[in-house]
């Protein structure tokens, strides 16, 4: 395990403590997503290398419902980041932890996922997180966009551009946006 990803907050009112922690962390909401395999609205704040998600159920019967519906609103989880998921949860098994699930599954913020139960892991809900890896979809991808990117017309520099775009997708902050864009423009 890598670092510590981010810090799950189950909220009941999202907009309200998006407020509070924008105020608190004197920064502001990035990103507002919905997970709707989890049932679960997510919002995620960042404060130097520090991120924070926060959960607010999106159905009566989600987890984060009947987290808070037992516990309160309240830290949820904290999640770590692996460069290998699946090789993680082979790991955690083989060292007799519980997991919630047999496959890592999508995740908010561009991430597969795979829950540790509390159980076995000391009353505290574990999530593994790994980078889904956008130089992945752009070389699957590449070159039937170059071809609509430039009107199936040859590009003698075609590998500089490459370079110039997966140095682009590497270093931009929220580089979900670019590989949406990038699907969405091959698929039009």
Do not use: W
């Not at 419902?65 to 098994?93: S, T």
């Amino acid at each position: 395990m890598n670092k510590i990803e981010h810090i799950g907050i189950a909220v009941s009112d999202l907009d309200a403590a998006g407020s509070l922690y924008e105020k608190l962390l004197n920064t502001t909401v990035y990103k507002i997503e919905e997970v709707a395999s989890e049932s679960v609205k997510t919002a995620f704040l960042q404060s130097g290398p520090n991120k924070i998600e926060l959960l607010e159920a999106s159905s009566a019967d989600s987890p984060i419902a009947k987290f808070i519906a037992k516990k309160g609103e309240g830290i949820h989880h904290i999640a770590f980041e692996v460069d290998d998921i699946k090789a993680e949860m082979a790991r955690l098994k083989s060292e007799g932890f519980i997991l919630l699930s047999d496959e890592p599954k999508p995740g908010a913020d561009n991430k597969l996922v795979c829950f540790v139960h509390p159980k076995s892991a000391g009353g505290v809900l574990v999530e593994l997180v790994q980078e889904v890896n956008e130089n992945v979809i752009l070389k699957k991808y590449n070159i039937h966009f170059y071809k609509k990117m430039v009107h199936n017309r040859y590009v003698p520099l075609m590998s500089s551009v490459n370079e110039m775009l997966n140095m682009f997708v590497s270093g931009y902050y929220q580089a979900y946006l670019v590989n949406d864009f990038i699907i969405y423009y091959i698929n039009s």
